[in-house]
């Protein structure tokens, strides 16, 4: 039960986050889009990952959104409401496709375990992540990537105006 009130709040903190006109309040969303990620993963005995996820993803990658924010012009109004018009627009079937994923998650009933093994503990690092948790691995990829795409996005909408 806790675990889909996580989810569901980190769902719609994401979606705030994508959905929201200021680009401050988005750094704000993806902060504490990161920070359920963060008690996801404390949950899940994952606290190395959670640490790493509080501090770098949390905290210094906030910071360097914020402070990039700060050196960006700001919009004015009628420019603010037609980029927000222009993302709705784009972006209108992102809650269809989350709320059905998840709808289709849970009527899967997919059980998975995200338990190292008991001699796991014995391995150095490298083989946990290499060989044993290719998904979590895959995950943060994936996180760096869309950080990157993001900030590619925020500069190249800079050097258009």
Request: proline share 3%; charged share 15%.
């Amino acid at each position: 039960m806790i675990n889909s009130v996580i989810l569901i709040v980190m769902v719609i903190a994401a979606l705030w986050t994508v959905l929201t006109r200021s680009l401050l309040k988005a750094a704000i969303g993806l902060a504490l889009t990161s920070a359920i990620i963060t008690i996801i993963m404390f949950r899940l005995n994952s606290p190395l990952a959670a640490v790493f996820e509080l501090s770098v993803c949390t905290g210094l990658i906030t910071a360097v959104f914020v402070s990039t924010i700060s050196l960006t012009k700001p919009l004015t109004h009628r420019e603010t409401i037609a980029v927000s018009k222009n993302r709705l627009r784009r972006y209108w079937y992102l809650p269809v496709i989350v709320v059905l994923s998840g709808i289709l998650l849970s009527a899967s009933n997919i059980q998975m375990d995200f338990t190292l093994p008991p001699k796991a503990a014995e391995l150095d690092v490298r083989n946990v992540l290499w060989h044993m948790r290719q998904l979590d691995l895959f995950g943060q990829i994936v996180i760096i990537l869309a950080g990157v795409f993001g900030v590619v996005t925020l500069f190249r909408e800079k050097k258009n105006r």
